[in-house]
């Protein structure tokens, strides 16, 4: 997967109906998403859960694209080869799930994926400062994290940070939360390539009527390189 700054939009299955994933993650890549955002949670690290490896090795099918794990979960170690396994493209862990983050990079990267680290809202740019090296994304979490539709929290002053911070590096900034036309073009101003969206992707379609969900894509798209 070539590396380019260009913007990318990563539906969040979060949003999908859960019944129908194989269905939905082809719906939204024949509409034109880039990436497609798997949203882990365990119910500890967030006050919410959703699926595990098998269901995520169960995705894997049906993404021609880019398959983007995005884990809430803590620890995250002792899973990363069943998230290899399992067919990820990138595993993002949060730099705030366990004290030792950089072994985690490592151990992803090893595990041959790439390695992303994500920052709830209260986390500074900073923290990921003696990180860069080891990472190949950096999230910033825009809402915190646990569940879909809710309202943007504003993070551009923590983007463009980050966005001097990385340089010349290949290292993503995506952006997790609340994300829509509105809030897009702020964040791809600042510096952002990668924008997750749930409920803005999948509002007004469903699996058998998935042309609004094409709309919704090209909307957000359209708002983000006009910043
Ligand atoms: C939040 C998740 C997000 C979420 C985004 O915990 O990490 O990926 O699904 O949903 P929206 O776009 O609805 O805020
Ligand atoms: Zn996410």
């Known amino acids: 997967m070539p590396f380019d700054r260009s913007i990318k939009i990563a539906p969040s299955i979060l949003s999908a109906d859960f019944a129908d994933f194989g269905r939905e993650i082809r719906a939204i890549e024949a509409q034109g998403a880039d990436w497609v955002h798997v949203d882990v949670m365990d119910g500890h690290f967030v006050p919410n859960l959703t699926f595990g490896p098998p269901a995520v090795k169960a995705f894997r ?6 398959m983007d794990v995005h884990l809430m979960i803590a620890p995250v170690d002792p899973y990363i080869d069943a998230y290899a396994d399992a067919g990820a493209d990138i595993l993002t862990a949060h730099v705030e799930a366990g004290p030792h983050i950089h072994r985690t990079l490592q ?13 709830n809202p209260g986390t500074p740019a900073e923290a990921v400062a003696e990180l860069l090296d080891l990472a190949d994304l950096v999230c910033v979490m ?42 897009a073009p702020l964040v791809a101003a600042a510096g952002a390539d990668v924008l997750v969206a749930g409920s803005a992707v999948f509002r007004g379609g469903s699996v058998d009527d998935p042309a609004p969900y094409g709309a919704n894509i090209a909307a957000i798209r359209a708002a983000a390189q006009g910043a």
């Open 142 to 183: 825009t809402v915190n994290p646990g569940f879909g539709g809710q309202k943007f929290l504003d993070m551009t002053a923590k983007v463009r940070r980050l966005r001097e911070m990385i340089g010349d590096r290949e290292i993503h900034i995506e952006i997790d939360g609340g994300v829509d036309p509105t809030t």
């Open 61 to 66: 099918r049906h993404v021609k694209t880019v």
């Open 107 to 119: 151990a992803i990267r090893a595990a041959g994926m790439k390695a992303g680290v994500a920052l």
